[in-house]
């Protein structure tokens, strides 16, 4: 099947993750997905093909005769969409030589190049953009529909030598959840990409230390003619202590490896109220600095509110990486060189973000971030180039050749 058409036949299908969900996977609806992948893969004739009660889909692409002692190499993606924007009833719409200008999404909403600069990097390229109503989904069936191409590819040419590979597709990698029960050591990789990046070239080693706060505000309603002196009006505390983040270190302020406190969430009452922040640093020491300054806001609200008005939960989410990947340089230096095999080139920055590779590279799984050619994940204005496409595929197949070389 052609790379088009595997991307297309995946989009179609709803596998939005659901944050307030307790179950694993997130939505029923990503069971979809995972267990097409397995027939196909199963289909293909990959061996090994599994997927368990979580929802992680695997198989193995055996090694060509003679290369059996090579590194095992893994491809993993994930297949949820973000709970930002619907999933549901995806309408892809195809430019097949994009002039470079601006694209209509449909006739009131148009996607401007003065707005999104970065489009007049992809003239002459095959794009593939939203109708407006919906998100893409190319964050990660992109990166979804390039491993199993790949693997497609490996199984009919066997002439292309290479060691045994693992591929695996993950749900609720959007909600933060998406390694909670990954096994590792069923996977069995020595080494391992996720294929989750954005723009062509990116190579991500490294990403942000994360944690979420949230705070739990205990007001007292009091009726607003007689107030005084007895009202503590939960919502104004909640905006005082937004008030006190450093206007500086918010998202829309920030770049490159500067960390930031974003608010994601604000609800509630004169009575009750609670506010939501990720707290994001590439940098060990200042991420430790900002949860600090989270704790000591809260405690000064508390002090001249009252013990216990403001309650704050804070954990820690994932760490930075590249600790983790810089003692096995290879896993880099053959990423490059697959790239530049397949006319790309190479783009090392660090996440702004995060990975599944992040956590499994604490759970002894090496695992850098390849880009899988979308751009604007999360909303309307998502779209991806096919050409890029195309290259993260021949990235894929220039790595497991090269790990066996």
Not at 54 to 81: C, Q, R, S, W
Not at 385 to 391: C, G, R
């Amino acid at each position: 099947m052609e790379l088009k058409d595997r991307f297309l036949k995946y989009v179609a299908i709803d596998t939005q993750s659901d944050e307030s969900s307790e179950t694993f996977p997130s939505s029923a609806k990503e069971w979809d997905l995972l267990n097409l992948l397995v027939e196909e893969m199963q289909a293909l004739g990959l061996e090994d093909v599994t997927i368990d009660k979580y929802g992680y889909a695997m198989g193995t692409i055996p090694a060509t005769k003679g290369k059996e002692n090579a590194p095992v190499i893994g491809f993993l993606a994930h297949v949820d969409t973000s709970p930002d924007m619907s999933g549901k009833d995806v309408r892809p719409r195809i430019i097949d030589c994009y002039d470079g200008g601006d694209v209509m999404l449909n006739p009131s909403l148009t996607m401007r190049v003065a707005d999104f600069p970065e489009l007049s990097r992809f003239v002459g390229h095959t794009l593939i953009h939203t109708d407006g109503t919906t998100l893409l989904g190319a964050d990660d069936k992109a990166g979804v529909a390039e491993i199993m191409t790949a693997a497609e590819y490996l199984m009919s040419h066997p002439e292309v030598e290479h060691g045994k590979i693992r591929i695996g597709f993950t749900p609720d990698e959007e909600i933060g959840r998406g390694v909670d029960f990954f096994d590792v050591k069923a996977f069995g990789a020595d080494f391992a990409y996720t294929m989750d990046g954005g723009y062509e070239g990116e190579l991500e080693y490294e990403n942000f230390n994360a944690a979420s706060a949230k705070v739990s505000i205990q007001g007292r309603n009091v009726h607003p003619g007689y107030a005084k002196g007895k009202m503590i009006n939960a919502l104004e505390v909640a905006c005082e202590l937004n008030s006190l983040v450093p206007a500086t270190e918010r998202p829309q302020y920030t770049e490159g490896y500067e960390g930031f406190y974003h608010l994601i969430g604000l609800s509630g009452s004169v009575e009750q109220a609670n506010i939501s922040y990720i707290i994001r640093d590439h940098d060990a020491e200042l991420f430790e600095r900002k949860k600090v300054w989270m704790w000591s806001a809260v405690d000064m609200l508390n002090k001249k509110y009252g013990e216990g008005v403001l309650t704050l939960t804070l954990k820690d989410q994932y760490y930075n990486m590249r600790k983790m990947v810089e003692p096995h340089p290879q896993v880099i230096e053959l990423a490059k060189a697959a790239m530049v095999e397949a006319d790309v080139t190479p783009i090392v920055r660090p996440i702004r973000g995060g990975t599944d590779g992040a956590r499994l590279s604490f759970m002894g799984l090496p695992c850098p971030n390849i880009f899988a050619g979308g751009m604007n994940f999360h909303g309307k204005f998502e779209y991806c180039s096919l050409n890029s496409m195309e290259k993260a595929v021949n990235v894929i197949i220039n790595l497991a050749r090269k790990w066996a070389e």
